[in-house]
């Protein structure tokens, strides 16, 4: 049974920093690319940041690039995500996700992803 842990979210003020961590069980976590989504309330769930399965290349969407961060350890099973610069609008529930497929290269389509964690809540008071 594969499943996803986050931790890390809370309140912080407009340009303060959070780190949100993923702890993965139940697959081979070093085969899958992993990525970080958001949902605000009334708006689709949007991705946010992918990290290969070595760890070897990152992407960002444009909203949050050189702001937030995405690592791994792959010994540990965990995926992390630095939030710096914290702004309102990245307020938002953060879900940690598994690609399907093993060894892809990332990607940002919420249907590539199959195992997702149950999310935690950011709030960036202004």
């Known amino acids: 049974q594969v499943q996803l842990v986050e931790s890390g979210g809370g309140l912080v003020q407009a340009g303060g920093s959070l780190r949100l961590s993923c702890a993965v069980s139940?697959?081979?976590?070093?085969?899958?690319?992993m990525a970080w989504f958001r949902q605000a309330p009334g708006v689709d769930r949007e991705f946010v940041a992918a990290?290969?399965?070595?760890?070897?290349?990152?992407y960002y969407s444009d909203s949050v690039k050189g702001r937030f961060t995405i690592s791994r350890d792959n010994a540990k099973n965990l995926v992390s995500l630095q939030m710096n610069s914290l702004k309102p609008e990245d307020t938002a529930v953060y879900y940690c996700?598994?690609?399907?497929?093993?060894?892809?290269?990332?990607?940002?389509?919420?249907?590539?992803?199959?195992?997702w964690g149950q999310g935690t809540q950011v709030t960036v008071s202004s």
């Open positions: 996700a598994t690609d399907r497929r093993v060894g892809s290269s990332f990607r940002t389509s919420i249907a590539a992803y199959d195992y």
């Open positions: 139940g697959r081979t976590f070093s085969s899958y690319s």
């Open positions: 990290i290969k399965w070595s760890g070897s290349s990152t």
